[in-house]
């Protein structure tokens, strides 16, 4: 008995021995690639270069919170990005803050609720998107990174919507969204890599009750907050492939039952439909058809009634 | 939580230490609690299946057991076994649809019915205590893709109390390492090629389709014959010795001795309760033939509903009746090992498509577009890995292969260990270590995380 004892705690010992250098490795391959010089090289033994992509949204709400004189807005999803990125630098009367699609509603309405907060002379506000984008809802893939560690780490989460905050403390948990578990996930591209495929492969998405249910609750928001301070709202489809026509016109009904349907309703209707030859996507424009002077051609012919729009070629 | 997730490492190190804390005649308690606790992590639904499984099996055996006269005994007996395999047939019907997933149903099942058997053939007394029972069936380590125990190994450990080896332990912890590099460094990077090649089948060449096919002989074997070292390793760090499940089983150089060295367990199961009741070799040569393809048919449908799996179970039960004359001419002995693998891997080819249509399609596509200047010109045999990770699978392979051989001749890796000098044998395991969390953190999210066999 006694021998099995001593057995036991030999063993014991060395197990608890080999634990710790478990814990060390796993810990410090982590720790490591917080900073470089390691993180690039731990990075590629690890294969996590797909999450090593910057926060650049953050910027974006910097530049919301940053006060100037200009008078229109235009937010929007990454398409939007594409069309109108960079257009605001020889324009003293417009700020381009457009983001992408994961940012989803409630991203641009966030921005969009700190630019009206520190810009009173804004007039017009221009929210473009997809309407795939417009119906996003939250997921594991890409609206935790991209709208909401962006929103916890810049204490905006409290702008949204209580059931919002609620859907995505309890997708996300409320210890993914603190600041230093952000801090190391935005950082860590190896940690960013372990926590969204958990999450992908554990958790489950919290459906929306309707397809614009979050559409609909972000765009009374913005539609009330732009009544109260005299701002013209506009609701603005991006170019869509004819690839993408069946999606839109499968989600036509559902969007003329919505409330964002009854108040906006030409969104849907004047959409332009542009050849699949111009994207590899779907989505964006590419090749030749990515080029500047293509893309102001397409603001032309997409938004020729929009004279603030055209003007920002 | 699976006994490959990152959650085991800290569970079975706390069900590990209070384990020997707790006093031995309550330690079954302690290991029934931790099996609930690590099954149910899967889902709380799974208690459903397994619940009325133990309850059945429980309530039959104890009753079989008090029945003397031969007639009715018989009877409860045989209801007993139809109640159990409605239940399993109701949970597999609904397992497969999608409905009403009980993990593991397949596995606990088998193990439940050689209980009921045992106890009815009066081999091993019926159990009185239910949790006895209930830790029978759901013993965490095989309760999720085997090995299938029996009675008068894992039962007869669970009445006597688990107690400390320290070279059962020394054994369990090589296998846990066994088990972890097989499936780290070979199952799962091979799973994410294996999958690119059969989900996209149409496009691929019919070479590239040879080499997904044979790279799933590999995957198969090291993701299964991981679990099952895991499961042993896990079990003996626990004091329980639980049965071998695979023996080199590519070593084998015909497909019958294949199976006295493939999935060990179920094979077993298999002979004991359906080939031998059933009258096994005794009854003639025709008769013999039908056993063989009663046992086959069996297997195909445990394994999965699909009719690809009868093709499966129908190429095994042919190969039954290719000649077995063991040789002692190494050369000769090593093109018998190849070709039994050759067809061995060819039968895999239907376990692994998702349908007969397409095991069909891609088998046409082995034999008519195989295009292998078009697959090495345009690297598709590389299935998203790049050339270095592929020779890095290949060593892996090539050192698992050695370790068999090794094995094959009676020494245990473990042996081989103790004659290392202690710094040497602890910076090999730091090194390991450290390879299996790279390789771990690489894998990470492309799908090897659970074990092929779980979803039977």
């Known amino acids: 008995?006694?021998?099995?004892?001593?057995?036991?705690?030999?063993?014991?010992?060395?197990?608890?021995?080999?634990?710790?250098?478990?814990?060390?490795?796993?810990?410090?391959?982590?720790?490591?690639?917080?900073?470089?010089?390691?993180?690039?090289?731990?990075?590629?033994?690890?294969?996590?270069?797909?999450?090593?992509?910057?926060?650049?949204?953050?910027?974006?709400?910097?530049?919301?919170?940053?006060?100037?004189?200009?008078?229109?807005?235009?937010?929007?999803?990454?398409?939007?990005?594409?069309?109108?990125?960079?257009?605001?630098?020889?324009?003293?009367?417009?700020?381009?803050?457009?983001?992408?699609?994961?940012?989803?509603?409630?991203?641009?309405?966030?921005?969009?609720?700190?630019?009206?907060?520190?810009?009173?002379?804004?007039?017009?506000?221009?929210?473009?998107?997809?309407?795939?984008?417009?119906?996003?809802?939250?997921?594991?893939?890409?609206?935790?990174?991209?709208?909401?560690?962006?929103?916890?780490?810049?204490?905006?989460?409290?702008?949204?919507?209580?059931?919002?905050?609620?859907?995505?403390?309890?997708?996300?948990?409320?210890?993914?969204l603190t600041g230093p578990f952000i801090y190391m996930i935005q950082e860590s591209p190896v940690l960013r890599k372990l926590w969204l495929n958990y999450m992908a492969m554990n958790r489950e998405i919290i459906p929306l009750s309707s397809t614009f249910e979050l559409a609909d609750m972000y765009m009374k928001n913005m539609f009330d907050i732009c009544n109260s301070k005299g701002v013209e709202l506009h609701l603005l489809s991006t170019p869509i492939s004819m690839g993408h026509k069946e999606m839109i016109e499968n989600i036509t009904d559902d969007y003329a039952k919505s409330w964002t349907g009854s108040v906006f309703p030409d969104y849907i209707k004047d959409i332009y439909y542009y050849d699949n030859a111009m994207t590899e996507d779907l989505s964006h424009f590419s090749g030749v058809y990515s080029d500047r002077e293509h893309l102001d051609e397409m603001i032309g012919c997409v938004y020729a009634d929009e004279g603030i729009l055209l003007g920002m070629r | 939580m699976n006994l490959y997730s990152v959650f085991f490492v800290p569970f079975i190190f706390i069900v590990f230490i209070v384990y020997y804390i707790v006093p031995i005649r309550y330690r079954y308690i302690w290991l029934l609690i931790s099996s609930l606790v690590f099954y149910l992590s899967n889902g709380y639904s799974f208690v459903f299946g397994l619940s009325a499984c133990i309850v059945l099996t429980h309530f039959s055996a104890g009753f079989i057991s008090t029945i003397h006269e031969e007639k009715r005994r018989k009877t409860a007996f045989c209801i007993a076994i139809i109640a159990q395999l409605i239940l399993f047939g109701c949970f597999r019907l609904a397992s497969n649809r999608g409905l009403f997933v009980q993990l593991g149903v397949s596995f606990y099942s088998l193990q439940a019915l050689s209980y009921i058997i045992e106890v009815y053939r009066k081999k091993y007394p019926a159990e009185t205590n239910i949790l006895k029972v209930a830790l029978y069936i759901c013993f965490f380590p095989t309760i999720i893709s085997g090995p299938i125990e029996r009675p008068a190994n894992l039962l007869k450990q669970i009445s006597e109390g688990g107690k400390f080896s320290y070279s059962l332990a020394h054994k369990g912890v090589y296998a846990i390492l066994g088990g972890v590099l097989l499936k780290t460094m070979i199952a799962n990077p091979i799973n994410s090629m294996v999958d690119m090649a059969y989900s996209g089948y149409w496009q691929h060449t019919g070479a590239v389709m040879l080499w997904a096919t044979i790279l799933y002989g590999i995957q198969l074997f090291a993701d299964f014959a991981g679990y099952s070292m895991l499961a042993c390793g896990t079990a003996n760090l626990l004091g329980f010795e639980i049965a071998q499940n695979f023996k080199q089983p590519y070593l084998a150089e015909n497909v019958k001795e294949f199976w006295d060295r493939w999935h060990i367990s179920l094979s077993k199961w298999l002979q004991d309760y359906i080939y031998i009741p059933l009258g096994g070799s005794r009854k003639g040569r025709i008769r013999k033939a039908i056993n063989v393809f009663v046992v086959f048919m069996v297997s195909a449908v445990w394994h999965g509903s699909g009719f690809q799996f009868i093709v499966w179970g129908f190429l095994h039960f042919l190969y039954q009746f290719i000649p077995a004359k063991k040789t002692k001419y190494l050369g000769v002995r090593v093109i018998k090992s190849v070709a039994c693998f050759a067809l061995i891997d060819f039968a895999w080819l239907f376990f692994r498509a998702d349908s007969l249509e397409n095991a069909l399609y891609i088998l046409k596509s082995i034999f008519c577009q195989f295009d292998l200047k078009q697959t090495t010109y345009y690297g598709s045999y590389l299935l998203g890995k790049s050339k270095g990770e592929l020779l890095f699978i290949c060593l892996c392979v090539l050192i698992a292969f050695a370790v068999e051989l090794i094995h094959e001749k009676g020494i245990t890796v473990e042996a081989l260990s103790t004659k290392i000098p202690l710094v040497v044998r602890w910076t090999i395991y730091i090194v390991l270590t450290l390879l299996i969390v790279v390789i771990y953190l690489r894998n990470y999210g492309t799908g090897g995380a659970s074990f092929i066999y779980a979803g039977f």
């Open chain 1, 1 to 176: 008995m006694q021998d099995s004892n001593m057995e036991y705690k030999n063993f014991l010992r060395k197990y608890l021995i080999y634990m710790i250098i478990l814990t060390v490795l796993a810990g410090g391959i982590v720790f490591l690639s917080l900073k470089e010089p390691f993180r690039t090289k731990i990075v590629r033994a690890t294969s996590s270069e797909n999450f090593t992509d910057e926060d650049v949204l953050t910027e974006l709400i910097n530049r919301a919170d940053s006060h100037n004189d200009n008078s229109v807005l235009i937010i929007g999803d990454s398409i939007a990005n594409q069309l109108f990125k960079n257009l605001d630098k020889d324009n003293d009367s417009a700020d381009v803050l457009t983001s992408n699609a994961a940012f989803m509603i409630t991203g641009q309405y966030v921005v969009f609720k700190h630019y009206i907060e520190n810009h009173p002379e804004c007039k017009d506000v221009y929210l473009i998107m997809h309407p795939l984008s417009l119906s996003r809802n939250f997921d594991y893939e890409w609206s935790y990174k991209y709208s909401a560690t962006v929103l916890a780490k810049n204490h905006c989460l409290e702008d949204l919507e209580p059931s919002t905050r609620n859907t995505i403390y309890k997708m996300y948990g409320h210890l993914s």
